[in-house]
Structures are given as C-alpha cells and as structure tokens.
C-alpha cells in the first residue's frame, strides 16, 4: 500500500511562487514515476508535470519554464516549485505515483492523494 499526502498550497499573487511537496510512504519510492495533474472547478483533471525513476522530467505546455519538478528518493519526496503564477494556475494540486510509460496520462497512475488548493489571485 503506497499512500501520498501533499503540502504547500496557499493563496498567493499573480506573480509569486509556490513550492508544493508530496511524501510518499513505502521503500520502493525510487522505482516510481511522479506526477502532479490538478483540477480546476468544473474542468477535468489535467496534466501539469511528471518525473521518471531516472529523473527525466516532462511538463505540460502551459507550466513549462516556469514549473520545476524534482525528487529527493531519500526523503521519499517529490517537489514541484511553481514560479510566476498565473489565475489560470488555480486549482487543486494532485500529486502521483505509479505512473506509466509516458507518465503523462491521469489514468496510468497507480496512487494519488488527496490535493492540496492552490489559488492565485491577480
């Protein structure tokens, strides 16, 4: 049983940063492909960025140059910095495990927890 809690949402400012964080339980953490996808009111949930055992990254279009994801396989941690905010950032932040080959797909996940709100305000 893998379970992942997320942390660091907030309210912030068009503009600002956010570090989001997603602790995973179990020992073979370093084996999975990371995601985070978030939801929006009234919208499917959609990609935002991914990263492989191996720490190759991939990043959906509308976050790429200003979203980092990375992984700490001690801490069992998986990061995502969220730079230069936009409203259309708004949503609540998923973060998971297990994904499969690419790891861009919501539906190729294993795990996933419970969100955590992001809102940005301009």
């Known amino acids: 049983q893998v379970q992942l809690v997320e942390s660091g949402g907030g309210l912030v400012q068009a503009g600002d940063s956010l570090r989001l964080s997603c602790a995973a339980s179990g020992r073979t953490f370093s084996t999975y492909a990371m995601g985070w996808f978030r939801q929006a009111p009234g919208k499917e949930r959609e990609f935002v960025a991914a990263i492989t055992s191996s720490a190759g990254t991939y990043y959906a279009d509308s976050v790429k140059g200003r979203f980092t994801i990375s992984r700490d396989n001690a801490k069992n941690t998986v990061y995502l910095q969220m730079n230069s905010l936009k409203p259309e950032d708004t949503a609540v932040y998923y973060c998971?495990?297990?994904?499969?080959?690419?790891?861009?797909?919501?539906?190729?996940?294993?795990?996933w927890g419970q969100g955590t709100q992001v809102t940005v305000s301009s």
């Open positions: 998971a495990g297990g994904g499969s080959n690419p790891p861009i797909r919501a539906y190729g996940y294993r795990y």
